[in-house]
C-alpha cells in the first residue's frame, strides 16, 4: 500500500481555499487537506500565536506545508513550530527585503491603516486589493474565491504583512513565483521557480503548470 503525503495548504489574503480547486496532484500519491483562515483572537494577537492555532489543525506528522502570499508567510511561522517534510510558497515572501517600498512605505506611513474595512463592499475593489491584479475579473469570481470578511481580520492580517519581521530567508523554502506579479514584483525576491506569465492570482489562472512544477519539487 502506498503511503501518502499529506499536503496542508493555506489560501492568500482573506481568500478561500477554492483557490486550490484547480491544483492537481495524484491523489494515489497525495492527499491535500485545506486550512481556513481563523479570525484573530484580538487585533493585537501576534502571527506566532496565529500560526500555532493554525497548526493545532494539523493531524498529520511531517506534513508539507503550502501557503500563497499571505498564507505563505504563516505556513513560514508554522513550520517554526512543528516538524515539516517542505515548506512550499507561492506568490510570497521569504523575508522583510523581498516586500516592495511601496508596502515599506504603507507600513512606516501606517496608511494602509486606512483602508476602509468596514465601508468594503465592492468585492472587486478588496480582490484588488489582496491579488493585486491590473485586470479585473469578473465580480462572481471574487465572490468565490474571497471568503473571509470578519472586520477583524482583514487590517490584522494586512498590519502582519507589512510587519512581518523575518530578516533572513528560513532555509530549505521552495519558492514559486509570477514574473507579472505586481504585489510582490519578482525583482525583489531571490531564489525562485518562476511561472511564466504567472500574476499574484496565478494559483487560479496558472494551475497547471504550478501543479506540474509541485510535482517536481515534492
Known amino acids: 500500500m502506498i ?12 481568500a478561500s481555499p477554492e483557490i486550490f480547486e484547480y491544483i492537481k496532484l495524484p491523489k494515489e500519491h497525495y492527499e491535500i487537506h485545506h486550512l481556513d483562515w481563523l479570525i484573530p483572537d484580538t487585533k493585537e494577537e501576534n502571527i506566532q500565536h496565529y500560526a500555532k492555532r493554525m497548526c493545532d489543525r494539523i493531524t498529520h506528522k511531517n506534513p508539507i506545508l503550502l501557503g500563497v502570499s499571505f498564507g505563505g508567510v504563516v505556513v513560514q511561522e508554522m513550520s517554526k513550530l512543528i516538524t515539516t517534510e517542505k515548506v512550499i510558497i507561492i506568490s510570497s515572501v521569504k523575508c522583510k527585503d523581498e ?22 463592499t465592492n468585492i472587486e475593489s478588496l480582490a484588488k486589493y489582496a491579488f493585486g491584479d491590473t485586470i479585473k475579473k469578473r465580480a462572481e469570481l471574487y465572490k468565490k ?24 530567508p528560513l532555509p530549505n523554502i521552495i519558492h514559486i513565483h509570477g514574473n507579472n506579479d505586481s504585489v510582490f514584483p ?25 501543479s506540474k512544477l509541485l510535482l517536481e519539487v515534492i
Open 145 to 168: 474565491y474571497l471568503s473571509m470578511r470578519d472586520d477583524n481580520y482583514l487590517p490584522w492580517a494586512i498590519h502582519n504583512v507589512l510587519n512581518w519581521s523575518q530578516e533572513i
Open 99 to 120: 516586500i516592495p517600498k511601496r508596502l515599506k512605505l504603507a507600513k512606516i506611513t501606517k496608511a494602509y491603516k486606512l483602508f476602509p474595512v468596514k465601508a468594503v
Open 3 to 14: 503511503e501518502k503525503k499529506h499536503l496542508y495548504f493555506v489560501p492568500g489574503l482573506a
Open 186 to 210: 519578482i525583482k525583489h525576491v531571490k531564489g525562485c521557480k518562476v511561472i511564466k506569465g504567472g500574476t499574484h492570482s496565478m494559483i487560479i489562472n496558472k494551475a497547471r503548470p504550478i
